[in-house]
């Protein structure tokens, strides 16, 4: 199917707002695991047994190609940046950017999501920690904070959580450094018992709008793509 691209941007050198919409078909979100944000433990237990044996299933040179299209070329970032992977389950994604030149640290509360990737990538380092506290690692000393299909953000972007968890990952950022969710959702606005919710385009501005900063929320054939700077819109 062709992509849909649709692209929000607030502040920046030029100010104002600017709204671009190219429309195809749009692509079907499978979704792998219920709600578990309103119950911490329950999350613990499902998460901890989903990484077990590895988690999610990814192909290598699948996700080196979209995130090279969809969020190196987006956001400019550079080989040789420093960058903090929050929520990010077994490790994958945290060992992807560390073999794309960048030095990427991950971060996850998951027992079995850390273990595993100590294990599968011994060479990348890896904390566990709940991200909604204060993590191990030095305040504004990243250029890039990335949170992909992080929970905290699967549900409703303007409580105090989903507020509180982005200010707080904010402090972790160099002057200028960049907040990146990857984040699925088909735009719809449906919020079903049990399920994910799939945020639409305004939920994701509003989110972001709120902090005063400079942002950009994009979407593309299924995912959400945001960004937050630490610098005034």
């Given at each position: 199917?062709?992509?849909?691209?649709?692209?929000?941007?607030?502040?920046?050198?030029?100010?104002?707002?600017?709204?671009?919409?190219?429309?195809?078909?749009?692509?079907?979100?499978?979704?792998?695991?219920?709600?578990?944000?309103?119950?911490?433990?329950?999350?613990?237990?499902?998460?901890?047994?989903?990484?077990?044996?590895?988690?999610?299933?990814?192909?290598?040179?699948?996700?080196?190609?979209?995130?090279?299209?969809?969020?190196?070329?987006?956001?400019r970032l550079r080989r040789g940046m420093?960058?903090?992977?929050?929520?990010?389950?077994?490790?994958?994604?945290?060992?992807?950017?560390?073999?794309?030149?960048?030095?990427?640290?991950?971060?996850?509360?998951?027992?079995?999501?850390?273990?595993?990737?100590?294990?599968?990538?011994?060479?990348?380092?890896?904390?566990?920690?709940?991200?909604?506290?204060?993590?191990?690692?030095?305040?504004?000393?990243?250029?890039?904070?990335?949170?992909?299909?992080?929970?905290?953000?699967?549900?409703?972007?303007?409580?105090?959580?989903?507020?509180?968890?982005?200010?707080?990952?904010?402090?972790?950022?160099?002057?200028?450094?960049?907040?990146?969710?990857?984040?699925?959702?088909?735009?719809?606005?449906?919020?079903?018992?049990?399920?994910?919710?799939?945020?639409?385009?305004?939920?994701?501005?509003?989110?972001?709008?709120?902090?005063?900063?400079?942002?950009?929320?994009?979407?593309?054939?299924?995912?959400?793509?945001?960004?937050?700077?630490?610098?005034?819109?």
């Open positions: 199917l062709a992509a849909r691209i649709v692209r929000y941007t607030h502040g920046g050198a030029g100010g104002g707002n600017r709204m671009t919409a190219t429309v195809a078909q749009p692509s079907d979100v499978v979704v792998g695991i219920r709600s578990v944000q309103a119950d911490a433990e329950r999350g613990d237990k499902v998460y901890n047994e989903f990484y077990r044996t590895g988690g999610w299933k990814y192909s290598f040179w699948t996700e080196y190609r979209w995130h090279r299209r969809h969020v190196l070329k987006r956001f420093t960058m903090l992977e929050v929520a990010c389950g077994n490790g994958f994604h945290t060992n992807l950017f560390n073999r794309m030149g960048f030095h990427c640290i991950g971060v996850d509360r998951s027992r079995m999501g850390i273990a595993w990737a100590r294990e599968h990538y011994p060479r990348n380092l890896y904390y566990r920690f709940d991200i909604g506290g204060e993590l191990p690692v030095d305040r504004g000393g990243f250029d890039v904070v990335l949170a992909r299909g992080c929970s905290h953000y699967h549900y409703d972007l303007m409580t105090d959580q989903a507020r509180t968890t982005t200010l707080n990952l904010m402090r972790y950022l160099k002057p200028a450094g960049v907040f990146i969710m990857v984040i699925v959702t088909d735009l719809s606005g449906r919020r079903d018992p049990g399920q994910i919710w799939h945020n639409t385009l305004a939920d994701y501005e509003r989110h972001f709008a709120s902090f005063g900063l400079r942002s950009s929320v994009d979407w593309t054939t299924g995912t959400a793509i945001c960004g937050l700077w630490n610098e005034r819109a």
